[in-house]
C-alpha cells in the first residue's frame, strides 16, 4: 500500500543523546518535511526538501538536521536531543505546486 | 509572514447538528488554503483545499468551506454532525518555494460530539 512509514513509532531518550528518525515514502514525491507537534501550538515545519539533494529550513529548526540522499528517504536527527523536542514528529510528502500534502503515522519522542 | 489563527480551542456539537469551525489568515497575496483533520492518535487527513476558482469548496466526509477574501476567512462547515466526526481540525495556509510549497497551520480546533 502506498504512502508514508516512520520508524521509531514511539521513543524515550536520555537528554544528550544523537537520534535519528526515520522516514520513507513510496509514491514518489519530489517533496517532503518534518513537523513537529505541540498540545497547544498546531503544527510546525522543521525542516523540507522539495527534491532528492535539496533541503530547507522551517519555522523552528534548531537543533535538527535533514538529508535528502534519494527521493524517498528523509531522516530527521537531533544531534544531542533537550527535554524541550518531546514532541510527536510528522513526516509529509507532495507532488508538485499546490498538492496535497500525504502525512505519515507520525514518532512521538520523549526527551528525558 | 504568513499566520492561521483558529479562534476555538474546543467545540462541542450535538449529533446531527450543523458545524461551523472558524478559520482566519494572513497572507500577503493569494492564499491556498486546507482543512485536515486528525482522528485520536492518526496523522493528518486532508478534508478540503483551495487553490482559486469558487469559492465554496467541497471536501470528503460530508464537509465544505467558503472562502471569504474580504474577511480573510476560510470557515468550514458541515450540515449534519456525526459522532465519528470528533477529533481536531486544522488549517492551514500555503507558501510557495521552488518546487514545493510550506504549510503554515492554525492551532487547532478538538471537536467534540454528543449523542
Known amino acids: 500500500i502506498a504512502g508514508i512509514t516512520q520508524a521509531p513509532t514511539s521513543q524515550i531518550l536520555a537528554a544528550g543523546r544523537r537520534m535519528t528518525l526515520r522516514c520513507t515514502q513510496d509514491?514518489?514525491?519530489?517533496?517532503m518535511y518534518w513537523y513537529r507537534q505541540d498540545l497547544g501550538l498546531g503544527l510546525r515545519l522543521i525542516h523540507y526538501?522539495?527534491?532528492?539533494?535539496?533541503?530547507g529550513k522551517g519555522e523552528v529548526p534548531d537543533g535538527y538536521s535533514v538529508s535528502r540522499a534519494n527521493t524517498d528517504d528523509f531522516p530527521l536527527t537531533l544531534a544531542s536531543a533537550v527535554p524541550s523536542q518531546t514532541s510527536v514528529y510528522f513526516c509529509?510528502?507532495?507532488?508538485?505546486?499546490?498538492?496535497?500534502?500525504?502525512f505519515g503515522p507520525g514518532t512521538r519522542l520523549t526527551v528525558l | 509572514a504568513q499566520s492561521v489563527t483558529q479562534p476555538d480551542i474546543h467545540i462541542t456539537v450535538s449529533e446531527g447538528a450543523s458545524l461551523e469551525l472558524r478559520c482566519n489568515y494572513s497572507?500577503?497575496?493569494?492564499?491556498?488554503l486546507f482543512w485536515y483533520v486528525q482522528s485520536p492518535g492518526q496523522g493528518l487527513q486532508l478534508l478540503l483545499k483551495?487553490?482559486?476558482?469558487?469559492?465554496l469548496v467541497q471536501g470528503i466526509k460530508g464537509f465544505e468551506a467558503e472562502f471569504k477574501r474580504s474577511q480573510s476567512s476560510f470557515n468550514l462547515r458541515k450540515p449534519s454532525v456525526h459522532w465519528s466526526d470528533a477529533a481536531e481540525y486544522f488549517c492551514?495556509?500555503?507558501?510557495?518555494?521552488?518546487?514545493?510549497?510550506?504549510?503554515?497551520f492554525g492551532k487547532g480546533t478538538k471537536l467534540s460530539v454528543i449523542p
Open positions: 497572507y500577503g497575496a493569494t492564499p491556498y
Open positions: 483551495y487553490f482559486s476558482g469558487d469559492t
Open positions: 492551514a495556509v500555503a507558501s510557495s518555494g521552488a518546487g514545493s510549497y510550506q504549510l503554515t
Open positions: 526538501s522539495n527534491t532528492a539533494g535539496t533541503t
Open positions: 509514491m514518489r514525491h519530489n517533496a
Open positions: 509529509a510528502s507532495s507532488q508538485g505546486f499546490y498538492n496535497e500534502q500525504f
